[in-house]
């Protein structure tokens, strides 16, 4: 879905810019050490879209944490960006290993963001289940709730 954004933002001529989350700190690790951090802040400030996928898969240490935050205030309220994220807001803290900066950061990715939270099996293990090469979908909250109809 986010890819589609970028794709439709593109096709109506705005610049888009596709990153992980590992990616894109990479490259800003990298730069902090060739003291290049402003200039390579600025190309990720550039483009009119900046997706970043992944978000949560792998914690950052405060450096990291701090370096995303800095990317986040220069876009906000001037370029739009989309995270995608298997975490909910509330697991964030874990993610930057710090609640206070977790916070900070949501602050100024929610105030003018429309949020999607798609639930369910990824569609990716969802054809590979049809394929047959996995067993059945997990159980959802309610199934699970439901007592075995045993005769």
């Known amino acids: 879905m986010a890819i589609s954004l970028g ?3 593109i096709e109506a001529g705005h610049t888009a810019l596709f990153l992980t989350l590992e990616s894109l700190i ?3 690790t990298r ?3 060739e003291n290049l951090v ?3 802040l600025q190309q990720f400030v550039y483009p009119r879209l900046l997706i970043i996928d992944e978000m949560g898969y792998l914690p950052m240490n405060r450096e990291e944490a701090g370096l995303f935050f800095r ?3 220069r876009r906000y ?3 739009s960006t989309i995270i995608t994220s298997n975490k909910s807001f509330v697991d964030w803290g874990e993610i930057f290993n710090d609640q ?3 916070t900070a950061i949501l602050d100024r990715l929610l105030h003018h963001c429309t949020t999607l939270n798609i639930k369910g099996e990824s569609y990716r293990l969802k054809e590979k289940r049809k394929a047959g090469m996995f067993g059945p979908p997990p159980k959802t909250d309610e199934e699970k709730a439901e007592p075995d109809n045993l005769q």
């Open 77 to 79: 309220e001037k370029a």
């Open 38 to 40: 402003e200039r390579q």
């Open 31 to 33: 730069a902090r050490m």
């Open 71 to 73: 990317l986040l205030t």
């Open 100 to 102: 206070v900066l977790a």
């Open 26 to 28: 990479t490259r800003l």
């Open 7 to 9: 794709v439709k933002a």
